[in-house]
């Protein structure tokens, strides 16, 4: 098991059908670990991408965030689980709260925090889900990303030294 001092981020709005599934995710996870949640793990949820996002990261030394992957509707796989890395972000389509329309992304934001002094973490993980909805309100995510979030959590159990 891995002690390093390590956040966990479920990103998305759980009334936007789909687009909840890294909070969902975050929660299933506490669930499983309460109450005896290791003091050098964080879990929380979070609504926002690039400079927030990069502002709750500081200060740890790993970084997984759960997030949905809107592809193209075309060739989109609902439930299929990424494994990313920030060069995955860098150099491919970002999941859905990495960048944002009104803000610059995460990794740029990661990439200027870094260049300016601050303690970005050396390791970050990106569990992306792709998803059918984000568009329609509603708290149930669809069948099939519904189906993915349990083998989300096991992922980052195992990412994290903690799977049983």
């Excluded at 927030?52 to 200060?59: A, D, F, I």
């Excluded at 601050?118 to 329609?136: G, T, W």
């Amino acid at each position: 098991m891995d002690t390093q001092k390590t956040i966990v981020i479920g990103l998305g709005n759980p009334i936007l059908t789909d687009d909840g599934v890294g909070v969902l995710a975050a929660r299933q996870l506490e669930q499983h670990l309460s109450p005896e949640l290791p003091s050098w793990l964080t879990i929380t949820e979070a609504g926002v991408g690039g400079l927030r996002l990069m502002e709750l990261t500081l200060g740890y030394q790993r970084v997984v965030l759960i997030d949905a992957w809107y592809l193209d509707p075309d060739r989109t796989n609902p439930g299929k689980i990424h494994q990313l890395s920030l060069d995955d972000l860098r150099s491919g389509p970002p999941t859905q709260h990495s960048t944002s329309a009104h803000d610059t992304s995460l990794v740029t934001a990661l990439d200027t925090a870094r260049a300016l002094g601050y303690p970005v973490a050396e390791q970050f993980s990106v569990f992306a889900v792709e998803v059918e909805n984000i568009l329609e309100f509603g708290e149930e995510p669809t069948t099939q990303v519904a189906q993915a979030i349990p083998r989300v959590v096991e992922l980052v159990l195992a990412e994290l030294g903690l799977a049983e």
